[in-house]
């Protein structure tokens, strides 16, 4: 089959698809991404054009291949304690600060393939203590991601982040056919709970937490749906919990019952 080009037309489709399915804004310049992203499923499925790629993600009987599409249109890309800064302010600031009347709540808000959640993991088991009430959820838009993190198995290239300390407590070196992976230790996968969820959606299930990482998504989407985003968030945020959103992200002029303590921490008032 032919390379098919993408017509502008049919880009502002899946604009519109993305913005309505996840809130996610394709600026214009993303024309080129779109197409090759999508282009792979055009001809796995012998389609003609994007058109019909578009007809066949609304229609009501291709709810995986709708999935699919969203999967292959979002960005996944985390590694183990990125900014580093955020996980010392927890580790020193917050953890003291929690009481110790109720099981504190940690939400990885857009965990993609799980490192986030499992640096968080790490810290609490570290300073809180691995047998500790503790729970860590963490969650993303994409199914294909969520599986990926409960296996909780990485490539040897993805773990330069993680404390030699806690790389040695916590994770498990692939042998024979997993040469070149690690795995988190299960004792420590069994405390962090992943799903899909749809932060463009009604958020009432997840229920509520002390501390929310909702880091390096927000830049995907524009002022109104990030004022929405984050209005449901803080509604599942405890009093006094607190929100850490990414360094190239801000919360400037939106009034959110929040108060900002550092830069990119927030705490609920």
Same mark, same amino acid.
């Given at each position: 089959m032919s390379e098919i080009s993408i017509t502008q037309a049919e880009f502002e489709q899946f604009r519109a698809l993305m913005h309505q399915a996840a809130g996610v804004d394709l600026p214009p310049q993303k024309i080129s991404l779109v197409s090759? $992203?999508?282009a792979r499923r055009l001809r796995a499925l012998g389609l003609a054009s994007f058109g019909d790629y578009h007809r066949?993600?609304? *229609?009501a009987g291709a709810r995986d291949e709708f999935e699919r599409m969203v999967d292959l249109l979002t960005t996944h890309e985390t590694y183990?304690?990125?900014e580093p800064k955020h996980f010392d302010f927890l580790a020193d600031s917050v953890l003291?600060?929690?009481?110790?009347? $109720?099981?504190?709540?940690f939400w990885s808000a857009a965990s993609s393939s799980g490192e986030e959640a499992y640096s968080l993991?790490?810290?609490l088991a570290d300073r809180l203590g691995g047998d500790a009430p503790w729970e860590i959820f963490g969650s993303d838009i994409s199914r294909e991601v969520v599986e990926k993190a409960r296996g909780g198995v990485y490539a040897m290239n993805r773990i330069d982040g993680i404390p030699p300390d806690y790389l040695r407590r916590y994770c498990l070196r692939g042998v024979g056919s997993r040469d070149g992976t690690l795995q988190v230790d299960e004792a420590l996968r069994r405390r962090? $709970?992943?799903a899909q969820v749809n932060?463009?959606?009604?958020?009432?299930g997840v229920g509520e937490f002390d501390v929310v990482f909702l880091r390096n998504v927000l830049i995907y989407f524009d002022l109104p749906t990030k004022r929405r985003i984050v209005e449901r968030i803080v509604r599942q945020m405890r009093p006094g919990g607190w929100l850490f959103i990414g360094h190239?992200? *801000?919360l400037n002029g939106l009034d959110l019952g929040l108060r900002q303590e550092r830069p990119t921490i927030y705490r609920r008032m």
């Amino acid at each position: 089959m032919s390379e098919i080009s993408i017509t502008q037309a049919e880009f502002e489709q899946f604009r519109a698809l993305m913005h309505q399915a996840a809130g996610v804004d394709l600026p214009p310049q993303k024309i080129s991404l779109v197409s090759g $992203r999508l282009a792979r499923r055009l001809r796995a499925l012998g389609l003609a054009s994007f058109g019909d790629y578009h007809r066949l993600v609304s *229609s009501a009987g291709a709810r995986d291949e709708f999935e699919r599409m969203v999967d292959l249109l979002t960005t996944h890309e985390t590694y183990f304690f990125r900014e580093p800064k955020h996980f010392d302010f927890l580790a020193d600031s917050v953890l003291p600060a929690l009481g110790r009347t $109720r099981t504190p709540r940690f939400w990885s808000a857009a965990s993609s393939s799980g490192e986030e959640a499992y640096s968080l993991a790490m810290v609490l088991a570290d300073r809180l203590g691995g047998d500790a009430p503790w729970e860590i959820f963490g969650s993303d838009i994409s199914r294909e991601v969520v599986e990926k993190a409960r296996g909780g198995v990485y490539a040897m290239n993805r773990i330069d982040g993680i404390p030699p300390d806690y790389l040695r407590r916590y994770c498990l070196r692939g042998v024979g056919s997993r040469d070149g992976t690690l795995q988190v230790d299960e004792a420590l996968r069994r405390r962090v $709970r992943f799903a899909q969820v749809n932060l463009n959606g009604n958020l009432a299930g997840v229920g509520e937490f002390d501390v929310v990482f909702l880091r390096n998504v927000l830049i995907y989407f524009d002022l109104p749906t990030k004022r929405r985003i984050v209005e449901r968030i803080v509604r599942q945020m405890r009093p006094g919990g607190w929100l850490f959103i990414g360094h190239s992200e *801000s919360l400037n002029g939106l009034d959110l019952g929040l108060r900002q303590e550092r830069p990119t921490i927030y705490r609920r008032m």
